[in-house]
């Protein structure tokens, strides 16, 4: 089922003659977002990833072509807090997030304006605080806590909201790996539960393990599959300043002793296999 239909959206930061010059953010992007996919954003600095999740929960609305969330059009003023209740988005710069005076207020902001249940609230900031690792900050002001920690808590603050769509842009860029780990298996255990999540990144590897990676280039869709046809594309991705997934370079590395080619092992399991099975076919791996 379509949850997510972007229709030839263009767009620019700039209004009048600056407009007409044709300075845009995004060009004619055409995208369908299926309820349940995990989607990976990449592409270089400026290529129009923000641009493009702001357009999920008509934070930004198109210059030109419509953007619709479950049939509802982001044009649409009267939708807006529908389409929020359906689409959570952690913005990459968590500063322009926060509005409350304590950790735990913030996490429960969303649900309150979702006029829940005490109940239901608290149960709710229980659960974010916890699976973010966050009750240790309890009682702390949100604007004195450093980078990530203002990251894990606006990371938190929408998860607390259950939407049935996460967007993250960069959400855990700033995170030390435990922190990121523990955002990142339970966004994977609410995706497994139905969660659709849209995520940009700057790493590859956390691209190779999503279901289906977007290529933005200049503000256009320069590439869309699944991770096993992205990471295949070495030139395009040398084209558009990405990386090869880290598992992919180590392959290269020894592929002459591996019986599969290399683009083919975009993911520890994989490269863990094809080792295994290149050591039982001959043991060239001694
Ligand atoms: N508030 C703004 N006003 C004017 N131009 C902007 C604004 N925000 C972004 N841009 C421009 O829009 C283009 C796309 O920027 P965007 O922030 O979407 O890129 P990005 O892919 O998210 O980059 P990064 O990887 O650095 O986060 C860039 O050329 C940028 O300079
Ligand atoms: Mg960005």
């Known amino acids: 089922m379509e949850l997510i239909r972007i229709d030839d959206l263009s767009y620019s930061y700039e209004s009048g003659p600056a407009l007409r010059a044709g300075r845009y953010a995004l060009r004619g992007v055409d995208l369908s977002i299926r309820k349940g996919q995990y989607i990976a954003v990449i592409g270089a600095n400026g290529s129009g990833k923000s641009t493009l999740l702001k357009h999920l929960n008509g934070l ?47 996490v429960a902001f969303g649900p309150e304006n979702l006029g829940l249940e005490p109940e239901e609230i608290t149960e709710r900031v229980e659960w974010a605080m916890a699976v973010t690792g966050l009750r240790a900050l309890q009682g702390r002001p949100p604007h004195l806590l450093s980078t ?70 200049g503000g256009e869709v320069a ?8 990471f295949s594309r070495r030139r395009i991705l040398r084209e558009l300043r990405l990386e090869l997934p880290t598992t992919v370079r180590i392959a290269d590395l020894v592929k002459n002793r591996l019986f599969v080619e290399t683009e083919r092992l975009f993911n520890p399991r994989l490269l863990a296999s094809a080792v295994s099975d290149a050591y039982r076919k001959g043991g060239t791996l001694r």
Do not use: W, Y
């Open 223 to 230: 590439a869309d599959g699944e991770p096993r046809e992205i």
């Open 60 to 106: 930004l609305v198109p210059t030109e072509g419509e953007v619709r969330v479950s049939g509802m059009s982001t044009k649409d003023k009267t939708l807006l807090k529908e389409i929020r209740r359906t689409v959570g988005m952690v913005f990459q710069n968590p500063e322009t997030q926060l509005v409350t005076t304590l950790v735990e207020d913030e």
């Open 148 to 217: 990530g920690q203002k990251q894990l808590l606006t990371v938190a603050s929408v998860l607390a909201m259950r939407p049935d769509c996460l967007v993250l842009d960069e959400a855990t860029s700033m995170l030390d790996p435990a922190s990121r780990k523990r955002v990142d298996d339970t966004v994977r255990r609410l995706h497994n539960d139905g969660m659709t999540v849209i995520a940009s990144t700057h790493s590859m590897d956390e691209a190779a393990e999503a279901g289906r990676v977007i290529v933005l280039a």
